[in-house]
């Protein structure tokens, strides 16, 4: 299975591309969706060839462009059973801060949010935790992730990678999200991918990371440009 990387205004798109056709992880933020069609274009990939558009979970700059990178592909939007009705939050759009830096941004955001359009997810498709990805050609499964939000998902595919969306990021070092709803929940899902011992980390923002780093994931105070308390 090949693994595309395509980087949209600081979050990452992922597209795994398998024998039985391809499945397009986190469109990311509204308006980027010409990038990413853009690049897959150049690469040969059709619209056609993607089978599914999943979205780990109903942050915006996750799902922002996924209606239309559906209108490139007309492949379904899927995502966890909780995501829809999330996504029509704005209280949810940005979990608790791990920083103060991140705090004072959490809060301009809220007081900005009514003057923010803020679109919803639509999805064609509700995968629980646990669905086989079979069916849209690509050897993997869903598991529960929550912690950065109650409904995020991992994808572990066959050959032993995760995609995490926002579980850990890594701009620096592998490292807590800056943005938490639940630290237990978060702690819970981070032994739990460790016990998967998963070969390659591909995260929603920066760099994917070996597996065997798991064991020493940072505060998210410990990310450059991130570290004031
Ligand atoms: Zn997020």
């Known amino acids: 299975m090949e693994v595309i990387r395509i980087t949209v205004r600081g979050t990452n798109c992922y597209v795994l591309r398998a024998q039985g ?24 990939i059709t619209g ?29 939007i899927g995502c966890h059973p909780e995501s829809v009705s999330l996504s029509q939050d704005a209280r949810q759009a940005i979990p608790p ?17 009514p ?4 679109p919803p997810l639509r999805a064609d498709v509700i995968l629980p935790p646990g669905t086989e990805l079979g069916s849209y050609g690509v050897d993997g499964r869903l598991v529960a992730v929550p912690g950065h939000s109650p409904d995020s998902l991992a994808l572990i595919s066959a050959e032993g990678d995760a995609f995490v969306g926002d579980l850990i990021i890594n701009y620096s070092v592998p490292s807590q999200p800056l943005y938490q709803w639940n630290r237990d929940a978060w702690q819970q899902s981070r032994r739990l991918l460790a016990s998967i011992q998963p ?5 929603g923002h920066g760099e ?12 998210a105070r410990y990310q450059l440009g991130w570290w004031i308390r």
């Open 21 to 44: 056709g391809s499945l397009l992880i986190d469109p990311g933020p509204p308006g980027g969706e010409a990038r990413i069609v853009d690049f897959l274009n150049r690469r040969g």
């Open 48 to 76: 056609q060839e993607i089978r599914l558009i999943l979205v780990t979970h109903a942050h915006l700059d996750h799902y922002g462009a996924a209606s239309n990178v559906q209108s490139w592909s007309g492949a379904p």
């Open 97 to 113: 801060a791990q920083t103060l830096r991140g705090s004072l941004v959490r809060w301009i955001s809220l007081l900005l949010a």
């Open 115 to 118: 003057l923010r359009p803020h």
């Open 199 to 203: 070969r390659t980390v591909y995260v």
């Open 208 to 219: 994917p990371f070996p597996g065997q780093q798991m064991d020493r994931i940072l505060p």
